[in-house]
Nanobody, 124 residues
Framework: QVQLVESGGGLVQTGGSLRLSCAASGRTFSTYAMGWFRQAPGKEHEFVAGVSWSGGSTYYADSVKGRFTISRDNAKNTVYLQMNSLKPEDTAVYYC?????????????????WGQGTQVTVSS
């Protein structure tokens, strides 16, 4: 069982930055690939970024490539999402998710555990 708790969301102006954190419980964090997803009102979950269980491989949606950076610290059981050059279309609830395998997946149905989400709002 893994519990995930996101933090770091908030209100920011266009062009601003935020860093999201996702703290995981348990001693097996390093055996989980991690993903960040977002969901805007009336829309499906959208893959944002993923990182392999070692942190050695990262993946991004085209919409955030070059602006967002995913990383993890297995010693702290935490995964991060650094978001720069934010745009109004980045506004959504952001979720972290864990799947017990090496690599992340862009399909949100492939994940075993989810956090409660953190709201990110980018004003124009």
């Amino acid at each position: 069982q893994v519990q995930l708790v996101e933090s770091g969301g908030g209100l920011v102006q266009t062009g601003g930055s935020l860093r999201l954190s996702c703290a995981a419980s348990g001693r097996t964090f390093s055996t989980y690939a991690m993903g960040w997803f977002r969901q805007a009102p009336g829309k499906e979950h959208e893959f944002v970024a993923g990182v392999s269980w070692s942190g050695g491989s990262t993946y991004y949606a085209d919409s955030v490539k070059g602006r967002f950076t995913i990383s993890r610290d297995n010693a702290k059981n935490t995964v991060y999402l650094q978001m720069n050059s934010l745009k109004p279309e980045d506004t959504a609830v952001y979720y972290c998710a864990a799947r017990r395998t090496v690599l992340p997946d862009p399909n949100f149905r492939k994940y075993d555990y989810w956090g409660q989400g953190t709201q990110v709002t980018v004003s124009s």
